[in-house]
């Protein structure tokens, strides 16, 4: 009976220390699962990414937030002509004063428009009529104003000077019909005579 007895206390504590095992170990357990769902975000949130760190092509354009790449974001130079694609930066993309002339014209003294020395004006839109007034009508854009400069020419003599006229504003197109186009009006020592000239247009 005292055997018996004695037996049965030793399966008793065995099972006991046994019991003790499998809880620490599930312990354990619970405390590492713990630790790796708090750990995770915590050091995903403190990832400090470098270029170096991402492969080529790895960042595309879908990949990118709208407005999320902005100046202060851009290194000096880094974005040079061989990284620009053709078209991409369009006129109305640029600031006013970085935009220059809207069309450039070149005119030879009988109202010819040299069109491999012109730009965004066609040879329709440009006549000569009355003594030296050059007219531009029908033209394919809306400008503000219009700058012009005579062209030099060895045998010149005297004074030449270019005269604009834009119309509205007292100081118009007058000679030039249809009128409210531009006219620019050429004269040599003050006599109204027809001359080569440059016409830059700016909006």
């Known amino acids: 009976m005292h055997d018996e007895l004695t037996e049965r206390v030793a399966q008793l504590e065995q099972q006991v220390r046994r019991g003790r095992r499998v809880s620490k170990v599930l312990i354990g357990l619970l405390a590492a699962a713990l630790i790796g769902f708090t750990v995770g975000p915590v050091a995903a949130s403190h990832l400090n990414v470098t270029s170096s760190d991402l492969a080529k092509g790895a960042v595309t354009t879908p990949k ?25 930066i369009t006129r109305n993309k640029l600031a006013p004063n970085a935009r220059g002339a809207v069309a450039v014209a070149t005119v030879l003294a009988d109202g010819t ?10 040879s329709s839109a440009v006549s000569l009529q009355e003594t030296s007034a050059f007219c531009f009508t029908n033209l394919p854009f809306t ?22 006229g834009l119309p509205g504003i007292g100081y118009g197109a007058g000679d030039c019909v249809p009128a409210g186009g531009l006219e620019i009006a050429t004269e040599i020592n003050g006599v109204w005579t027809p001359h080569a000239f440059t016409v830059a247009f700016f909006d």
């Open 64 to 88: 990118i937030k709208k407005n999320a790449v902005t100046t202060a974001k851009i290194k000096n130079g880094a974005v040079k002509n061989a990284k620009i694609a053709n078209g991409t």
């Open 113 to 122: 428009l040299v069109a491999s020395r012109s730009r965004g004006v066609p």
């Open 143 to 164: 400008f503000r104003t219009a700058v012009a400069t005579p062209l030099y020419h060895p045998t010149d003599e005297g004074n030449v000077m270019t005269k604009v």
